[in-house]
């Protein structure tokens, strides 16, 4: 599954089923394993060809969507075709553009999670995408969102939503997507430019948000946040 930040929202990608079974129905993209593959190499094959993105290299830290695996699911059921184990991974990239549908897949949308989730209240523009997702999918993107929810806790995630160069403001509204909460914007500020490691100024400044120029940061080298952001009880 993929995550992106749209619109100030947590969405994710999402197809619309042209075939049997559940054709119609909206679903999470993925696809099967090649002979000749391991999971990393098709799940990062799987995301270049539903967003145009390489995953992140990890070593070299060139730049790309954050990919991981999540969860294995099963179930015979699953599939009313034939016995499926599905190995579920998470992409998390910033802002991304309209997807273009393909395979069996009659449209592709970002949805945003609520309306996918059926939590929450929908636009009018999202209310079609307000039902149950197919297959399993539902419970898989509500895995996957909560470990996005977690895990920009305890490390340097929230930033993967974010361009190379970004300013407090908008890893700010990262942080309000995911969490789906309001933060104050003072004692944000105050959090992550304390946080050792987590942003490096980047020696620019911004007016793209409008208003006084703002300095621009990038993601510094700690993947582990001390102290935690923890996101506030609702």
């Not at 070593?59 to 699953?78: C, I, N, V, W």
């Not at 490691?197 to 620019?204: A, C, D, I, K």
């Amino acid at each position: 599954m993929v995550l992106t930040v749209r619109r100030h929202a947590l969405c994710a990608l999402a197809v619309r089923r042209g075939e049997e079974p559940y054709k119609g129905m909206w679903a999470l993209p993925g696809g099967f394993v090649r002979a000749d593959e391991d999971l990393a190499t098709a799940a990062a094959r799987e995301l270049a060809e539903e967003t145009g993105l390489r995953a992140h290299d990890q070593e070299s830290r060139s730049p790309g969507a954050h990919l991981e695996q999540l969860a294995t699911y099963g179930d015979p059921g699953r599939d009313p075709r034939m016995r499926v184990v599905s190995v579920a991974h998470l992409a998390l990239a910033p802002d991304l553009p309209s997807p273009t549908a393909g395979g069996d897949a009659r449209s592709a949308r970002w949805a945003p999670v609520e309306a996918l989730l059926g939590t929450g209240e929908a636009s009018a523009q999202d209310s079609e995408s307000r039902s149950p997702l197919a297959f399993d999918h539902g419970e898989i993107l509500a895995a996957g969102v909560e470990r996005a929810r977690s895990k920009i806790e305890y490390s340097s995630l929230a930033t993967a939503f974010c361009p190379p160069e970004f300013t407090v403001g908008e890893l700010r509204r990262v942080y309000e997507a995911v969490w789906g909460v309001v933060l104050d914007p003072r004692n944000f500020h105050r959090k992550v430019t304390g946080t050792p490691g987590f942003l490096v100024p980047s020696g620019g400044t911004t007016t793209r948000q409008g208003g006084r120029p703002a300095q621009l940061f990038r993601a510094g080298g700690a993947t582990l946040l001390n102290p935690p952001m923890l996101r506030p009880e609702v």
